[in-house]
């Protein structure tokens, strides 16, 4: 599903009623929301409307445990980090126990946390065969999400969850959760905006597929559903009927 926006303003509105919906929801069937956060400039006005009221009161916090999708390897200290946007914009601000917030950083070498980190989301969903009740994403205007980015050869992973990396054009470890993981997630929700990203949106939605070119084409839920929250910019190459679906 891709619903359009004519503001950035509006689609963040839209996202805080999704993010409110899915935790009410999740602790109600279940007893507890998992939800895997992302990164960039695209889900700060989510996050800060989130720490306001009165949505701050509409999340069950004590019950909610947040992981990433991605991260830069660097320490949480560091501005580059996904996780201190999140604590700076959200997480401080809300009342979440400490113990149930797992960021993708730790003191080992990238490529052993990202074991240790496929090991604990494992051991918190068990044998379940969905995972995320919601998986937050943005999307590159190289088409890239998480980080999966295009010519990786995380791309083609078929079985691990997490992966750390070195990726060259960044001279940087990335670490990731993988396809094959985001794809088990109950509700994934891109959000998307400004003219930058039209052309990316336009190939991952109507151009062939290629997901080595256009990493977001690996997304596809195996039991849960996608929806694109975009703005009109990022919208103006895509078909009518597909921004009216």
Known sequence: MIRV???????SQA????FVQAAQEAVKNQGKFSVALTGGSSPEQLYRLL????????????????????????????????AKLAFDA???SV???KNQIFPMYGDSAPEAYADHYENLIRNHFGNSDLLFDLMLLGMGDDGHTASLFPGTAVLQEQSRWVQAYYLEPQQMYRITLTAPCINRSKKIMFLTFGEKK?????????????????????INPVNGNTIWLVDESAAAKLSENLKNE
């Open 5 to 11: 926006f004519p503001n950035t303003a509006e689609l």
């Open 51 to 82: 720490a306001q009221s009165p949505y701050r009161e509409q999340v069950p916090w004590e019950q909610t445990f947040v992981f990433w999708g991605d991260e830069r390897w660097v320490p949480l200290s560091d501005e580059r980090s996904n």
């Open 198 to 218: 039209a052309e990316a949106l336009y190939q991952v939605q109507e151009g062939e597929r290629n997901f080595k070119k256009y990493p977001s084409q690996l």
């Open 90 to 92: 959200l997480l401080n």
């Open 15 to 18: 996202a805080v009623d999704i």
């Open 95 to 97: 009342p979440i126990p």
